[in-house]
């Protein structure tokens, strides 16, 4: 299966082809990025850029994050965030999208796909409402908000990442 992905993505010439390629080969788990990793033979042609995206895929779930990472965090050098950080709050199990635990910040992603229905949006304001009364501030973003405005995107995520409280444990 690696080895598919890599003759896959060398021969598609559309670059957002290439990373929905990887991307839903990766948010599936048809394949790992280590072991796409391995498998990359150093005269692949698009060697360096397969190996790039991997290594934003590894513990992002979507294009959202993967482009919260590169478009936002990275391109305005903040601090690099923990992926799908996993919390326990009032009994419940959460995972976050980007979270910085020191400061308690969760940085959530929505997609149209999955973060509008009724349903799905009242879990996340009752998940927010846990995360409050215990002490985590919740930034969310939508995947156009990120695409359109990156610069706002990462000048809420530093203005929020300096007013809060580090914690130390």
Do not use: N
Not at 115 to 127: G, K, L, P, S, Y
Request: contains cysteine; hydrophobic residues 45%.
């Amino acid at each position: 299966v690696e080895a598919a992905l890599i003759a896959a993505f060398d021969c598609l010439d559309d670059r957002d082809a290439r990373r929905r390629l990887v991307i839903e080969s990766v948010r599936s788990r048809r394949v790992t990025t280590q072991r796409v990793s391995a498998s990359i033979h150093p005269r692949t042609r698009r060697r360096d850029e397969l190996l790039e995206l991997l290594a934003v895929c590894d513990g992002s779930q979507s294009e959202a994050e993967i482009a919260m990472l590169e478009q936002v965090i990275r391109a305005s050098g903040l601090p690099e965030p923990v992926r799908q950080h996993p919390v326990l709050e009032a009994g419940r199990r959460y995972r976050l999208d980007l979270a910085y635990p020191a400061a308690r910040l969760a940085i959530e992603v929505d997609g149209k796909a999955w973060h509008f229905d009724a349903e799905r949006r009242t879990a996340d304001i009752t998940r927010d409402a846990v995360l409050a009364a215990t002490g985590w501030l919740t930034l969310r973003f939508t995947y156009e908000q990120i695409r359109s405005d990156p610069a706002w995107v990462a000048a809420c995520i530093s203005e929020a990442l300096a007013r809060r409280p580090k914690i130390t444990s």
